[in-house]
């Protein structure tokens, strides 16, 4: 018998796992997640049930499958502007396109964010990661109101927010000016509406300050760990 090619055996279960994944993925946007059991799942793959088990170990293995998967479908969507000639636009338009995202993958989007293991998948974090990016260029330019993971996390609940309350209201109470309002709500409570560091005031300039600090090669790492104290210092205001 000749041996078997392990590398051929490892893609033929990564190809079988993302054909179950796509199974699965069809089923939930059709017939929502009660329709999502590994009977129907492997029925809809050409596969028994059993294959099910041993690609995932269980249904709940599925799941969290399935939510990566989602993660990463959104990861694809998302342009990074390296540059962006207007900042606040650049949020303004990826909060449009994370919200976009989970109003046309409703079933999707709500699994994505209800299954335990959705803040440990690497698609997440690479998300999240790009988001942080967005938020420095703001904190660069003194655009920025409040510090960067406050700010962070205040973007990303009023996306996630948004596109959950509008879910869970009827077809005809759904108005598109819900979504405006807290989309400017949050750039209100995030952005300035001048340059802080232009402005007297220390704490602008000590957020702009911080964000470049990853960029500087002169100062020691000690010596970049105390400024970067005493600019938390002034950002807080204590």
């Known amino acids: 018998m000749p041996p078997v090619d392990s590398d051929t055996t490892a893609l033929g279960r990564e190809q079988a796992r993302q054909r179950v994944i796509e199974a699965a993925a069809e089923l939930l946007a059709r017939d929502g997640r009660d329709a999502v059991t590994t009977r129907a799942v492997a029925a809809a793959a050409g596969m028994q049930a059993p294959a099910i088990y041993r690609l995932f170990g269980d249904k709940d293995g599925l799941l969290e499958a399935l939510a990566e998967h989602g993660f990463a479908a959104f990861l694809a969507t998302k342009h990074v502007d390296p540059h962006p000639q207007d900042p606040i636009e650049d949020l303004r338009a990826a909060w449009d396109l994370a919200v976009e995202f989970g109003l046309t993958n409703p079933a999707l989007y709500t699994l994505m964010y209800s299954e335990p293991a959705g803040a ?20 660069a330019g003194g655009w920025l109101r409040v510090d960067e993971e406050l700010a962070v996390t205040l973007v990303h609940a009023t996306g996630r927010g948004a596109v959950l309350t509008w879910l869970s209201l009827p077809e005809d109470r759904r108005n598109r000016a819900l979504l405006t309002i807290l989309r400017e709500s949050m750039v209100a409570a995030v952005t300035t509406q001048e340059p802080a560091v232009t402005d007297a005031g220390a704490a602008g300039a000590a957020r702009a300050l911080r964000a470049a600090l990853p960029e500087q090669t002169t100062l020691s790492a000690a010596e970049t760990q105390l400024l970067r104290e005493w600019l938390d210092r002034l950002t807080s205001g204590s």
């Open 120 to 139: 440990t998948s690497t698609a997440f974090k690479a998300g999240m990661e790009i988001l942080r990016g967005r938020i420095r260029h703001l904190a």
